[in-house]
């Protein structure tokens, strides 16, 4: 393990409690869509700063942990981080499979050190994001990853700063929403559920990162038990 992947809580720490929400979060996934497994998930959120990358990682490990093979798309192409997360590299992912066909064939995946859980990193930042998002050559390229994982997670831009994740939504399974607690503003969140609504994006759930507040009352019942 590396230094940077002990940052993450459910590799640093798989019996913290956050861990075990991660675990709840995949259980209620898989009952989500019974019929037919959710294959293509989208994490983001209204703002940046939300918290999506780090629950989009955490939630992916504790995929691989349930024995998936499981793939990170880093489609934030404006500030692309799951590399980071992992210690990996961010030069050559799917901005490469939109331009080379040998890697469109073969995808640059990266091991991360998790058994079951590669990464794709961004690649080179291209101008305009949202034309190659929205692009014919997409479809592909989640058709090739589709062939050589059971779940694809895709990690992109805030709703409300551009059309990235509004784009996405409407190619994937499922949208998980992230909001932060005691940060994202309830409009904020409103006016993104809006904008995906107005896609037709399948949103399958909302994530509450942050939650402090739940913590302590924790251990406030705690404390109040032993008194
Ligand atoms: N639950 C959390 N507890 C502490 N720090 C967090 C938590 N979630 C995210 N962070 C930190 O907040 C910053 C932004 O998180 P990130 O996942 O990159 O957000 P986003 O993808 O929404 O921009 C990072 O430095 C990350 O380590
Ligand atoms: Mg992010």
Known sequence: MTEKQGELITIA????LASEAFRTLRTNLQFTSVDRPLRTILVTSASPEEGKSTTLANLAVTMAQAEKRVIMVDCDLRRPVLHKLFGL????GLVTMMVEDEALANPPLQETGVKGL????SGPLPP???DLLG???????IESLLARADLLLFDAPPVLAVTDASILASRVDGVLLVASAGHTKRDDLRNAKAQLDKVSAPIIGAVLNNAELNRRMGYYYGESEEG
């Open 135 to 141: 692009s014919q050559r997409m479809a592909r390229v």
């Open 118 to 121: 590669w990464l794709l990193a």
């Open 128 to 130: 305009r994001p949202p």
């Open 13 to 16: 720490d798989p019996r913290s």
């Open 89 to 92: 590299s961010r030069e050559i």
